[in-house]
């Protein structure tokens, strides 16, 4: 091993026997070390130190508590909302829900410092909408006998639109406007709240000013602006403040309410591991003991992926191991701190950082070739400060280890941006983007092809000297949707390249799934003339241009096939649909059909497994 040999190299002459040893022994008991996951390591901590930490003892311990979160929303719902009518109303206009609220309760409570700001209570902020609605109405109720009907509200408009810059109103504001007055006399006449969030933003002067025409609006002048306007704006202020008083309700009340039920029924979470044992350690005496038994169980700690951890997992290795002054190290990337829905928080990265005694960068790249590894230097290095928060996270270039594999004799770089060739497109207007996605996936095709016909790599060992062609599995092509994998894999197809993709897309989305649902449609409305050509033109079906054109001609072949058809349908009903299928691809010979396609096993498959999911 080069590693080891470098560790033994680096000792000194007369000590690298007993160096040797240690590493001799330490490859023996690696098994005995004590590797988890943090929230494992949490668990373990406050099991052995359970009274200490204040534990449940008798706790059960569940890996998902969202049922707890969910219905803590709907009661929230029930009691908050639906029983107040201005709640209700909003809720309707600005369609809030239980589940929706209940997503955002989750993601704020995945950061366990969060905190809502400013805070407003609910009930101050519902009777302060309350006041200013009223105020909106009563100047409603004083101009709306100025409107003339039919042509509601428009000579009132004319009077102010030239305090606006380039006052032309957009034609399509009479219509608009006609629509909100009625909601705004809805709203006067019943207390309708939903149309009254609905339409008051028209009259706030800055949405209002947006539909004018012109570069950009501008402003009343001071004194002119007519007090509907200004009673509508303090009514549309007093909307925003409280939407956010009331996810502080909600964001308040649902964790109180999960947190009682927890205790009820004696179950704890993921986040509730945690959050005991980092209160625990936060305690003078009692984490000074815990942090202290723990420190002495491990002789040094090593956290892998450490850009993920957030501050309450940082937290709690620091107190328990920079107490015992057990070495700890943190491994981790800053640049790869970008999976926020797995709580990683950059800020606590560099938090370690900065707190870290000795910093250890790794400067040679052990995985890609020379002229990559170049590309990438000059790419970054090319910036004063290629990261946001620069000087705490610097650009290093790194070294490569490896040789260019690749002999390409076009000689093009290992990092190549292509661009949308406008002349080959035959146009100078940019083109729309279903037409460069096949221009796309059309050159990836082409330059899969000369690759395959002009590159090669080593033929085995790198030092060999020998080399081949490339082959196809030593391409991969990155897409960005499952939509557009599709597109280039049909292009490689055409172009007789053999490919597979792989992804987390649904059997759903595949070209099988379209085809079955073509090939049912055609068995349940088998006289839909349109439809079942449409089937019989799908590969699983096999009918080509030709062979349709020729069934179209036999009307005893259409008669022999609409028999069939009605077959089918009557197996279905009598035995179930795997029945029914299993015979439809013995008898119109679905099977060697597809398997004599390129990737007609991935097909077959596919289709193997929508029969399943519909059985």
Not at 251 to 269: F, I, M, N, T, Y
Not at 473 to 481: F, G, K, N
């Given at each position: ?395 290093q270039p790194a070294e490569p280890k490896n040789p260019d594999a690749l002999a390409d004799p076009a000689g093009r770089g290992s990092l190549h941006w292509w661009l949308v060739d406008m002349q080959a497109a035959k146009t100078t207007k940019t083109i729309g983007k279903e037409r460069a996605s096949e221009r796309i996936a059309r050159e990836v095709a082409n330059e899969a092809v000369r690759l395959l016909n ?50 987390a897309g649904s059997v759903f989305e595949s070209r099988e799934a379209g085809e079955l649902r073509r090939i049912l449609e055609a068995m349940l409305l088998s006289r839909d003339e349109a439809g079942l050509r449409a089937a019989l033109a799908t590969e699983c079906w096999g009918y080509d241009a030709q062979a349709l054109l020729a069934f179209d001609r036999e009307p005893e072949a259409q008669e022999a096939l609409h028999r069939r058809l009605a077959s089918y349908r009557e197996d279905w009903s009598r035995h179930g649909f795997m029945a029914m ?35």
């Open positions: 091993d080069k590693v080891l040999v470098g560790i033994c190299e680096q000792a000194s002459r007369a000590g690298r026997e007993a160096a040797a040893g240690k590493l001799r022994q330490a490859l023996r008991e690696f098994d005995q070390a004590a590797i988890s996951t943090i929230h494992g390591f949490c668990q373990r901590t406050l099991a052995r130190n359970a009274f200490e930490c204040g534990m449940p003892f008798d706790a059960e311990f569940i890996s998902d508590d969202s049922t707890l979160s969910d219905q803590a929303a709907r009661d929230f719902w029930r009691s908050t909302i639906a029983s107040d009518p201005i709640l209700a109303g909003l809720s309707v206009a600005r369609e809030w829900s239980a589940t929706g609220f209940a997503k955002e309760y989750r993601e704020i409570k995945r950061q366990p410092d969060a905190e809502l700001r400013p805070r407003h209570e609910l009930p101050a902020e519902v009777e302060k909408l309350a006041g200013a609605a009223g105020g909106f109405l009563d100047e409603w109720r004083r101009v709306r006998p100025d409107f003339v009907d039919g042509d509601p509200a428009w000579s009132w408009l004319e009077q102010w639109k030239w305090s606006i810059k380039d006052g032309r109103i957009k034609s399509d504001l009479k219509r608009r406007f006609a629509f909100h007055v009625r909601n705004l006399d809805s709203f006067a006449q019943s207390g309708a709240w939903s149309a009254a969030a609905e339409s008051l933003p028209l009259f706030n002067l800055e949405d209002l000013a947006a539909c004018t025409k012109g570069d950009s609006p501008g402003a009343m002048r001071s004194g002119d602006k007519p007090a509907l306007i200004a009673a509508a704006e303090e009514t549309c202020a007093a909307f925003a403040n409280i939407e956010h008083a009331l996810r502080c309700a909600f964001v308040d009340q649902v964790a109180a309410s999960v947190a009682k039920e927890k205790a009820r029924l004696r179950v704890l979470g993921f986040d509730d591991l945690l959050a005991y044992l980092r209160r625990s350690l936060a305690e003078d005496g009692v984490g000074k003991a815990v942090a202290g038994a723990v420190g002495r169980e491990y002789g040094a700690a090593l956290i892998d992926e450490f850009q993920d951890t957030d501050p309450a997992q940082y937290e709690i290795f620091r107190r328990i191991f920079a107490s015992s002054r057990t070495p700890i190290f943190f491994v981790g990337d800053p640049k790869q701190a970008i999976y926020s829905f797995r709580g990683a928080d950059i800020f606590t990265y560099m938090r370690a950082a900065a707190d870290t005694q000795r910093k250890v960068s790794i400067s040679v790249n052990h995985r890609s070739d020379k002229s990559m590894v170049a590309a990438v230097n000059a790419l970054f290095a090319g910036a004063a400060r290629p990261f946001v928060h620069g000087n705490a996270i610097p650009f002009e590159a090669t790599l080593p033929d085995g060992a790198a030092d060999s000297g020998r080399r081949r062609a490339v082959r196809p599995s030593d391409i991969a092509v990155l897409a960005r949707s499952n939509h557009q994998a599709a597109e280039i894999q049909e292009a490689l197809r055409l172009a007789n390249i053999p490919s597979v993709t792989g992804g299928f299993e015979r439809f691809m013995e008898e119109e010979g679905v099977k060697p059909r597809l398997l004599s396609l390129e990737d007609g096993e991935r097909r077959l498959t596919n289709l193997r497994h929508l029969s399943e999911l519909l059985h």
